[in-house]
């Protein structure tokens, strides 16, 4: 269908040769050192940016997750936490500030709204979830999601910070989304794809 | 209405002259020991003094308090123009409650100024409540006053924890959001979220408050003061933070009302305009608290006056919890409330009044309200009209940060980048209310 | 040492005697006794007025939208009405599509303690326009400038009306006019490619980018585009 490898393919070979043992034990340290010291860029927008923030003070302390320095410069930057609402006027702004980044970067999308764009504000000015725009690697739910719900995702991704591999090139592949590419799909084959369901544009849906 | 403000402030910190900034010390002195002054050297490119510089700030920065654009004209390092962009928040939410029934629209009255959930949802009660001729309950007033103003201390605590942090002091960020916490733990304990509550009802409350929550709120208000005295030990005769903030973005009392300001924008300048004392709502006319009003309008009466307006809130709720009637809490017309489900299961009439208000939602007659509340960002209001049908055909939410914020080029003319920051601080702006 | 000054006190205006502001109580859907101002715009400008109406004790007038400044200026200037406040400019466009629509200003006095609403009704099929009160009231900059990009009202006469909350290049309409539907006319893909289609850092309007003297230092198609006319900035 076009899409790219998957990544467990590299892994494949790669565990048919075997590991070499200095291989696993530079991994394990580097993303030992990667997880817990996950500089943040909090993207914060709207009421899950003051849930951030209290997250980040002192009663649940990010501190304690190597996530106290926060970099509102996505240069020196880690992780974009995405908290809040995203409008179409932010998404070329979320664009850039995520090409900004330098690899190797994760994605926390904070809140229902980045992650899926709300059912509340399902309308023509919400990107219907930030991973339209940047690829996202753990969601958190939630309206604002409690700053424990944070932590959760948080560690969820310092899990899968922890079991990356460094061989395993895929990892660090950015795409840019082309017309051209076999990823784009035009607007009228969407139509048709999503005709037994509908999509957002039929107003007919739920009488609304 | 007290004022607050003294001319002469005795400064903590010492090597600092009255108006916060450093003594300075001569560099060069002549023979007599007397200091001389030095000759700027000839300006070699005169052109360059013409040059105005253009500055984008946001929208995405620290220090804009949620995504706003600035785009400032300098000359050198001092402003010369700021052109605002706003609207990166905005969200459709007047569209939305088109869509609505009106106790759907209330989880947004929470997500547009998302430090005032609470102060939101009773806004918005009592404009619906107003288009629907219903008159509350004792115990319902009172609670929602309890409300108001617990949602008025934990806006004013993020303002005054962002701002120390704007302006470069970082411990009392911490310590205003400990007390959010606290605030936070009597929300979760009555309501059952944190920030973003969608508590109030048309007609009423969700639910009633807990066994032992009055106590709970007696021991966090005698707690708090105390904090607030901390950080006014802090913060406010501090040599950094008057000279940062002393005269700067001054608006004088004619302009904050012809720019449509409110709230501690404008009582600061001067105008000692209070929708509580004004146009009262909830009985607030019976309840003993000052309004503060500065006389500068610059930065710190601003700070001033949301320092004495958190004590202020303190008063109130210390009076609000001694007056608590007992009482229902929700009005006895079911075509609003819904009623109890024992009987909506058995009783036929409550059968129908259920049905009508979960599938259609309560209809009000045809009409329009706007009933104005004192958020703690200024005046604010939800226009509402109706069409006599369960959704309304317009509903429109009064900003006051918008409002606010669009007087923002006059207030940073002439002041340089970092007051700009200062300024834009000061103006207590949330972007889920400005751009809605 | 304090300098005593004197605030400028909501309700200076009123007599000594008059009864203390309280918050309103069993107020009638219909009825109600109006706001003294609006006998008073009647007898100033009684061909303008076309209606007064009080529904939940608050008056509406509705006056011909010819002569809005006028009136507006009036109640700002006139010593017996002192309206100092505009709280909103907004508009109404009614499910049925064949009302007109309404423009509506909310106006407070703060020496007088009084609350009037202005409408102005624009006909469906008349040219969309209003005067603007930006020169009595400076708080309409923004407002003025949100009806405008919500509704495609123009308020001739503001200094600077363009689109405050949706992006300048907007294509898809006025998202408040009830033939705008909830989720916009393009669908989700679309809308997103035309945002993403944006470049965040070429949005300076021409205005800015003069200041900066940087316009030479565009791209040659950005130059072409700005030249033509075409509004990059919001």
Known sequence: MGLSRRPDAALAQLSSGGDPWVTTRLDFVVNWARANSLWPMPFGTACCAIEFMATAASRFDLARFGMERQSFSPRQADVLICAGRVPFKLAPVLRRIWQQMPQPKWCISMGSCASSGNGIFDNYAVVQGIDTIIPVDVYVPGCPPRPEGLLYGIMLLQKKVMNERAADKSLRNEMEPDPRSQLYIPPPVIDEISEPFGNSVHQTRSGL | ?436 | ?234
């Not at chain 2, 000052?290 to 930065?299: F, Q």
């Not at chain 3, 400044?69 to 909103?88: G, I, K």
């Open chain 2, 1 to 436: 209405m007290a004022t607050k403000r003294t001319l002469e402030v005795e400064l903590s910190t010492t090597g600092m002259d009255a108006q916060g900034r450093p003594q300075r010390v001569p560099l060069v002195v002549d023979d007599g020991g007397s200091p001389v002054a030095l000759e700027a050297p000839p300006a070699i490119e005169p052109d360059l003094a013409g040059e105005h510089m253009l500055i984008n700030i946001g929208p995405q920065h620290p220090a804009t308090h949620g995504v706003l654009r600035l785009v400032l004209e300098l000359d050198g390092e001092t402003v010369v123009r700021c052109i605002p962009h706003i609207g990166y928040l905005h969200c459709g939410f007047e569209k939305s409650g088109e869509y609505r029934q009106y106790n759907q629209i209330i989880p947004y009255t929470d997500r547009e100024d998302y430090l005032n959930s609470p102060g939101n949802n009773v806004a918005f009660a009592l404009g619906a409540e107003r288009l629907f001729g219903i008159e509350i309950t004792e115990r319902c007033k009172v609670l929602r006053v309890i409300l108001c103003e617990l949602s008025r201390i934990i806006s004013h605590l993020v303002w005054l924890g962002t701002t120390c942090i704007d302006i470069g002091a970082f411990t009392p960020f911490l310590w205003s959001f400990e007390q959010r916490e606290k605030v936070y733990v009597l929300f979760e304990k009555w309501i059952g979220a944190r920030l973003t509550t969608t508590f109030t009802r048309v007609g009423g409350l969700g639910a009633d408050i807990p066994d032992g929550w009055t106590d709970d709120l007696k021991s966090f208000l005698t707690a708090f003061p105390k904090v607030v005295d901390e950080i006014d030990r802090v913060v406010t005769k501090n040599g950094i933070w008057v000279g940062r903030t002393i005269g700067l973005g001054v608006m004088t009392a004619e302009e904050a009302i012809n720019h449509g300001l409110s709230g501690p924008m404008v009582r600061a300048s001067g105008v000692a305009y209070d929708v509580r004392k004004d146009f009262p709502y909830l009985d607030y006319e019976t309840y003993d608290f000052d309004v503060p009003v500065g006389t500068n309008g610059d930065v710190y009466d601003r700070y001033l006056v949301r320092m004495e307006e958190l004590r202020q809130s303190v008063r109130i709720l210390e009076q609000a919890s001694a007056r608590l009637p007992e009482g229902p809490i929700n009005v006895k017309d079911h075509r609003v409330i819904l009623p109890p489900k024992s009987k909506a299961t058995s009783d036929m009439e409550s059968m129908i009044h259920h049905f009508k208000q979960v599938m259609e939602g309560p209809r009000p007659p045809l009409g329009e309200v706007y009933v104005p509340v004192e958020s703690p960002k200024g005046e604010k209001g939800y226009y509402m009209v109706s069409d006599g049908t369960s959704k309304p055909v317009r509903w429109r939410i009064r900003p006051p940060a918008f409002v606010n914020l669009s007087a923002i080029p006059k207030m940073v003319e002439g002041h340089l980048l970092s007051d700009v920051i200062a300024i834009n601080a000061s103006i207590d702006i949330v972007m889920g209310e400005i751009d809605r």
């Open chain 3, 1 to 234: 040492m304090s300098t005593s000054f004197t605030p400028v006190v909501a309700g200076s205006a009123l007599p000594a005697d008059a009864p203390a502001a309280a918050t309103p109580k069993s107020i009638s859907h219909r009825g109600g006794s109006p706001n003294p101002t609006a006998a008073a715009l009647q007898a100033r400008f009684p061909n303008s007025v076309r209606s007064v109406t009080v529904v939940w004790g608050e008056t509406t007038v509705i006056v011909d939208r010819g002569q809005l400044l006028e009136t507006v200026r009036w109640l700002h200037d006139d010593p017996s009405q002192r309206y100092d406040f505009l709280a909103d400019v907004t508009a109404v466009e009614f499910r049925d599509l064949e009302q007109p629509i309404e423009v509506v200003w909310h106006l407070r006095s703060l020496p007088y303690r009084r609350f009037l609403r202005l409408k102005v009704l624009l006909e469906k099929g008349t040219p969309l326009e209003v005067a603007s009160v930006w020169s009595v009231y400076k708080s309409a900059d923004w407002l003025e400038r949100e009806c405008y990009d919500m509704f495609g009202i123009r308020f001739t006469g503001h200094p600077d009306l363009r689109r405050l909350l949706m992006w300048e290049q907007y294509k898809e309409g006025y998202p408040l006019r009830k033939d705008f539907p909830l989720r916009g006319r393009f669908s989700r893909s679309e809308q997103l490619r035309q945002a993403l289609a944006a470049n965040p850092e070429a949005r300076y309007s021409k205005e800015e980018l003069t200041i900066a003297q940087a316009f030479e230092d565009l791209p040659d198609d950005m130059r072409r585009r700005l030249s033509a006319g075409e509004k990059t900035g919001e």
